[in-house]
């Protein structure tokens, strides 16, 4: 049984801000790398950025300077602060460890879509 359970997406209007949360259970968190992955309508899911255990990060270009992810290695959950958001951040984002778990093992997502 997947344990990833992602939440804080919703419908935000360009220029706005969410944070993302995903708790997941010990065995798939700890001392693990965790991503935040997105996947739009048509398109393939793509790392959005990932941290290691011991804190240091990475962005893909297009959100770099717009987001911040981070972990809280007590209660097993990483966030994703997204700021001054862009209608092309419209999409469903998961978490997961990086790489990805085997055998296609994800959570159900949550929904964040940009529009005016």
């Known amino acids: 049984q997947v344990q990833l359970v992602e939440s804080g ?3 935000v209007q360009p220029g706005g ?3 993302l949360s995903c708790a997941a259970s010990g065995s798939i968190f700890s001392g693990k790398v965790m991503g935040w992955y997105r996947q739009a309508p048509g398109k393939q ?3 959005v950025a990932f941290i290691t255990s011991g804190g240091i990060t ?3 270009d297009s959100v770099k300077g717009r987001f911040t992810i981070s972990r809280d290695n007590a209660k097993n959950t990483v ?3 997204m700021n001054s958001l ?3 951040d ?4 998961y978490c997961n460890t ?7 093992r994800w959570g159900q997502g949550t929904q964040v879509s940009v529009s005016s």
Not at 90 to 93: F, G, I
Not at 99 to 104: D, I, K, T
């Open 90 to 93: 419209t999409a469903v984002y």
């Open 58 to 60: 990475h962005y893909v």
């Open 9 to 11: 997406g919703g419908l």
């Open 45 to 47: 899911r793509e790392l």
């Open 98 to 104: 990086m790489p990805p778990l085997p055998g296609g």
């Open 79 to 81: 966030y994703l602060q």
């Open 17 to 19: 801000s969410l944070r």
């Open 86 to 88: 862009k209608p092309e």
